[in-house]
Nanobody, 124 residues
Framework: QVQLVESGGGLVQAGGSLRLSCAASGRTFSSYAMGWFRQAPGKERECAAT????????YYADSVKGRFTISRDNANNTLYLQMNSLKPEDTAVYYCAANGVSFSLRNQYQWNYWGQGTQVTVSS
């Protein structure tokens, strides 16, 4: 089992940047594919970005491609999401997630472990 705690959310103006972090504890962090999901008010939780166990493979949703970068530090059990050129439509609660199968899973129900979420608000 792994425990996940997100940090780094906040309020930012459109065009600005934020860096989210997710600290993991419990079982070996490098055993898990990791991902960032987000949920806007009234909408389904969607997959924003995922990364493989080694960090060598990544996936990005079209809506964030070219603006967001997912990365991980297995030595320090931490996942990151660098968000640049933020838009008001990026406003959501961002969740860190882990699964022991594959970074290619996109459906939230296929991911086993979740953090509590961190709010990101982008003003226009």
């Amino acid at each position: 089992q792994v425990q996940l705690v997100e940090s780094g959310g906040g309020l930012v103006q459109a065009g600005g940047s934020l860096r989210l972090s997710c600290a993991a504890s419990g079982r070996t962090f490098s055993s898990y594919a990791m991902g960032w999901f987000r949920q806007a008010p009234g909408k389904e939780r969607e997959c924003a970005a995922t990364i493989s166990r080694s960090g060598g493979n990544t996936y990005y949703a079209d809506s964030v491609k070219g603006r967001f970068t997912i990365s991980r530090d297995n030595a320090n059990n931490t996942l990151y999401l660098q968000m640049n050129s933020l838009k008001p439509e990026d406003t959501a609660v961002y969740y860190c997630a882990a699964n022991g199968v594959s970074f290619s899973l996109r459906n939230q129900y296929q991911w086993n472990y979740w953090g509590q979420g961190t709010q990101v608000t982008v003003s226009s």
